[in-house]
């Protein structure tokens, strides 16, 4: 759905959202939208991890520990 919104959809969206927000409420909107999509990702990795097996939670500790030491 979204991949079909192109350069000049994403700044006009970009450009309503700056309207109607502001230049200083911009930034902390969106470090929350990453928190909440990472968030999300993380539940649904703990799901997909419960059904395939401990072979996937390997793979899944390593890519957090990426992600941790990246964050840091």
């Known amino acids: 759905m979204l991949a079909n ?3 000049p959809g994403l700044l006009l969206i970009l450009t309503i959202g700056l309207i109607i927000f502001g230049p200083q409420k911009l930034p902390e ?3 929350a939208a990453g928190q909440t999509v990472r968030e999300f990702r993380k539940s649904t990795n ?4 419960d059904i395939t097996g401990p072979n996937e939670v390997k793979r899944d500790v390593k890519s957090s520990t990426k992600e941790v030491e990246e964050n840091v």
């Open 5 to 7: 919104i192109g350069f």
């Open 46 to 49: 703990e799901l997909t991890k």
């Open 29 to 31: 909107i969106g470090k």
